[in-house]
C-alpha cells in the first residue's frame, strides 16, 4: 500500500482514515467535493483531489497512479433510494470502472450493517441480507456492483458493513452539543456501535492486509440506544434527552419528507431515519477483527464513550449532513 486514494476523506470516518494513513507515512490523495472541508485536513500531508463521484473526470484523475482505494464516499443519509443511488449506487460504480482501467489492486468499501433487516439474535458473517430502508438497500447495491467489477478483473475488494460509528463528530454527538436531544423510539433495541477511530482502524487495516471479503464488524458488546444516551448523561448530566415515541416520528416524517425532499440540501427528517434507530442490530463480535489481528481500542461504549467527550470538547467541528457550505 504506497499510494492511496480516500473517497470521503472530509467525512466523520474519513477525516480518521486520513489521519492513520498519515501517521503510517502515507501521503493519501483525497477526493473532495468541498473544498470549504478540505481545511479540517490543513494540517496533514495529503494530496487533495478536486470532484465529486458523479465526476468521470474528477474520478479518473483520483484513481491515476494509485494502488489502493478506500471508499467512504457518497451521500450518507437515510433518504430514498432514488436520492442516494447516483453517488452511492452509480458513483460507486464509476470509481470500479476508473480503479479496474488505471490498474488499482485493491479497494476497500465501507459498507453498513443496514444491510441486514431487524435481528434478534447477532448478525454474523452468514447472515442474509435483508435492507429495510433505502440507505441499506444502496449499500447491497454498491458491494454487488463491485464483486461484479472484481469478477471481472483483478480487483480485490473489501466490504466492511460498520454499525453505528459514534465519535466527537459523530451525527449524535452533534446532538449533544445542544441542550436538548430528541430520539425517535423506545431506545431499547439492541444495536451495534464501534468508535470512529476503530472504525478507521478498520478499514485502514483492511486497506494494508489486502484482506478481500464481506464482513460485519462492532465492538465487543451490544447495547441499546438507552444505555448509549444513560453513559453520556454520566459525563455530560447538562444532556436533556426528549424521547418522542416511534409511531410519531413516522407520521412527522411522513409529513416532512416529501415537503423537505424537493430540496437539493439534505434531509434528516425522513422515514428511513426513524426505522434506522429503532432496527434490532446486533453484531456478533469477533470474526474480522481476529482475521486482521486487531484489538478494539475502544471494546464497549464504556471505554468509547468517555473517549468520545474528552475528543469533543478539544474543537469545534459540523458534522457533513449539517454543513450547509457547497463549496
Known amino acids: 500500500m504506497q499510494r492511496v486514494l480516500v473517497t470521503g476523506g472530509t467525512g466523520v470516518i474519513g477525516v480518521e482514515v486520513v489521519r492513520l494513513l498519515v501517521d ?8 473532495v467535493r468541498r473544498p470549504s472541508r478540505a481545511s479540517l485536513l490543513r494540517a496533514l500531508d495529503i494530496e487533495p483531489v478536486y470532484g465529486d463521484l458523479q465526476s468521470a473526470e474528477a474520478i479518473a484523475r483520483a484513481v ?16 430514498r433510494y432514488e436520492r442516494l443511488a447516483p453517488t452511492l449506487v452509480e458513483g460507486t460504480t464509476s470509481l470500479a470502472r476508473a480503479a479496474v482501467d488505471a490498474g488499482v489492486e485493491h479497494l476497500v468499501f465501507a459498507s453498513s450493517a443496514l444491510v441486514y433487516g431487524d435481528q434478534q439474535t447477532p448478525i454474523g458473517a452468514d447472515t442474509p441480507v435483508d435492507p429495510q ?15 461484479e467489477a472484481a469478477q471481472r478483473s483483478g480487483l480485490t475488494v473489501a466490504s466492511v458493513r460498520l454499525p453505528h460509528v459514534y465519535g466527537p463528530h459523530s451525527l449524535l454527538f452533534q446532538q449533544v452539543r445542544q441542550p436538548v436531544a430528541v430520539f425517535p423510539g423506545t431506545m431499547t433495541n439492541l444495536y451495534s456501535h464501534l468508535h470512529v477511530l476503530d472504525a478507521a482502524r478498520v478499514l485502514v487495516a483492511a486497506a494494508r492486509q489486502r484482506w478481500v471479503g464481506v464482513s460485519p464488524v462492532a465492538d465487543q458488546r451490544n447495547a441499546t440506544f438507552q444505555e448509549f444516551f444513560d453513559l453520556i448523561r454520566t459525563y455530560h448530566p447538562e444532556l436533556h434527552l426528549v424521547r418522542v415515541p416511534e409511531w410519531l416520528g413516522l407520521a412527522g416524517t411522513a409529513v416532512l419528507e416529501p415537503v423537505l425532499s424537493g430540496r437539493r440540501r439534505v434531509n434528516m427528517f425522513t422515514r428511513g431515519t426513524v426505522v434506522a434507530f429503532n432496527l434490532n442490530l446486533p453484531i456478533e463480535p469477533g470474526p474480522l477483527w481476529d482475521d486482521l489481528r486487531l484489538k ?18 478539544q474543537f469545534r467541528w459540523r458534522h457533513p449532513v449539517m454543513d450547509r457550505r457547497r463549496r
Do not use: C, N
Open 64 to 79: 491515476h497512479g494509485v494502488d489502493t482505494v478506500i471508499h467512504l464516499g457518497g451521500r450518507a443519509t437515510f433518504e
Open 296 to 313: 478494539p481500542v475502544y471494546p464497549t461504549i464504556e471505554e468509547g464513550i468517555p473517549a468520545a467527550l474528552d475528543g469533543y470538547v
Open 133 to 147: 430502508l433505502g440507505y441499506g438497500q444502496a449499500k447491497v447495491a454498491a458491494e454487488r456492483r463491485l464483486a
Open 24 to 31: 503510517e507515512g502515507v501521503t493519501p490523495r483525497v477526493l
